[in-house]
């Protein structure tokens, strides 16, 4: 019922910075919180931006400083403010959203389908 679509990715030279976007869209639903991960190559898929429904932020120590997490409400869109990245910071990057549907109870977990940061030595 709901769609998460990621865009931003791609090639950027260490010190630099990009912003990744991920739209929502589908039927109507509430978003209760999102979030950003990332898997780098045979790496763990970790978290390292959440933004709750509070407007409560939290980054991993990795990116603490260097990545913002903001939304707007009236695209529903989460964008990842990416700056001053560094080649370990090339990884897939994924947002995810708990969100409930009309008419739903419970909420879901929806994953976009991921967008490639490569970041140059």
């Known amino acids: 019922q709901v769609q998460l679509v990621e865009s931003g990715g791609g090639l950027v030279q260490a010190g630099g910075s990009l912003r990744l976007s991920c739209g929502a869209s589908g039927s109507t639903f509430s978003i209760n919180d999102i979030g950003w991960h990332r898997q780098a190559p045979g790496k763990q898929r970790e978290i390292i931006a959440v933004?709750?429904?509070?407007?409560?932020?939290n980054y991993a120590d990795s990116v603490k400083g260097r990545f913002t997490i903001s939304r707007d409400n009236a695209k529903n869109t989460v964008y990842l403010q990416m700056s001053s990245l560094k080649p370990e910071d090339t990884a897939v990057y994924y947002c995810?959203?708990?969100?409930?549907?009309?008419?739903?109870?419970?909420?879901?977990?929806?994953w976009g389908q991921g967008t490639q940061v490569t970041v140059s030595s």
């Open positions: 933004l709750s429904s509070g407007g409560t932020t």
């Open positions: 995810n959203a708990h969100i409930t549907t009309t008419g739903a109870i419970f909420p879901e977990s929806y």
